[in-house]
């Protein structure tokens, strides 16, 4: 749909008039102008990032060796206003030609290496204040996957935390808001599946036009971002412009003590599941018995050289 209505108007522009058509990757939050981290939409990467701080979305299909083609917004109004005047010098007879705003293929940044960055950003520096579970996500590569990852990681969930609120007299909302997850999330997985090479010698045919004054008055040059500064940035917007938090030490004290308390349930939780399972394959498997007494032996014995060791 959305592909068909591009190549449609592209078309047109190509055919019926003199311009140039510009093409952004993936349009994220502002690299430096006018503010690092500045966002006003959900739409993009931003949304789940949201998601995924909230500890709400866990599973998306992907490929975490591809490249995630972001750019900052502040980069593309730059560059199309840079077109705009070059546009304008050229007789009305050319063709308009075709700029690629993008920052895959000059200066790429993995999947795998944003996830990293998201995971230990909302679980460990930054956390939301208020949020459904710990931060948690993987990429599926199978549809089978994704199916049983969503059934364990959100439905399951969600069917839960609707029949608490229900008892506590409280709205249920979980449900709705995985199905607005998983509708966002489809759509990314274009992106997230996929990488692109883009030619950029219109871009650094521009760039090479501009003075030292309006390359940093217009800076649209990917190479200089730094990704590792520019994705706590972009994290860091989306708490302060989209959901409006209390970016205040002590609200951060307390998102990070509740971060806590919710590793340590996690931590206990695997820890009852398996002790359970344990015991009820000690029960019912004369072999598991005998290994158990095996290792258990074993360990006695580490232990007793190990204090013979240390008094001699």
Not at 22 to 33: C, D, H, N, T, Y
Not at 88 to 96: F, G, H, I, N
Request: hydrophobic content about 40%; aromatic content about 12%; charged content about 25%.
């Amino acid at each position: 749909g959305q592909e068909c209505h591009r190549r449609v108007r592209e078309a047109v522009v190509s055919t019926q008039s003199t311009g140039g058509i510009f093409r952004p990757s993936i349009v994220g939050a502002s690299w430096k102008e006018p503010a690092p981290g500045w966002i006003d939409n959900y739409n993009g990467p931003s949304g789940l990032f949201v998601a995924v701080g909230k500890g709400v979305l866990r599973i998306l299909e992907g490929d975490v060796t591809k490249v995630a083609d972001v750019i900052p917004i502040d980069h593309c109004v730059n560059m199309l206003i840079v077109v705009g005047w070059y546009t304008s010098t050229l007789p009305v007879e050319d063709k308009p030609l075709i700029y690629h705003c993008t920052s895959g293929t000059k200066h790429p940044f993995t999947w795998f290496k944003l996830g990293t960055l998201l995971l230990e950003f909302f679980s460990q520096q930054e956390p939301y204040n208020e949020v459904f579970r710990r931060p948690a996500v993987n990429f599926a590569t199978s549809k089978m996957e994704l199916a049983y990852w969503k059934l364990i990681s959100h439905t399951i969930p969600a069917y839960l935390a609707d029949g608490a609120a229900k008892v506590s007299g409280s709205k249920p909302v979980m449900r709705r808001a995985y199905d607005k997850v998983h509708k966002a999330s489809e759509t990314f997985t274009f992106f997230t599946k996929r990488e692109w090479t883009w030619t950029s010698e219109n871009c650094d045919m521009l760039w090479g036009l501009l003075s030292e004054v309006d390359k940093k008055l217009y800076n649209f040059d990917v190479m200089e971002i730094v990704w590792e500064k520019y994705y706590p940035n972009f994290f860091r917007g989306t708490k302060k412009y989209l959901l409006k938090e209390d970016m205040s030490e002590d609200k951060l004290v307390l998102a990070k003590q509740r971060q806590m308390r919710l590793q340590k349930i996690w931590n206990i939780s695997v820890t009852i599941i398996v002790l359970l399972v344990c015991r009820f394959l000690f029960m019912k498997s004369p072999v598991c018995r005998n290994l158990w007494f095996k290792l258990l032996g074993l360990a006695m014995r580490g232990l007793r050289q190990l204090r013979l060791t240390l008094v001699s």
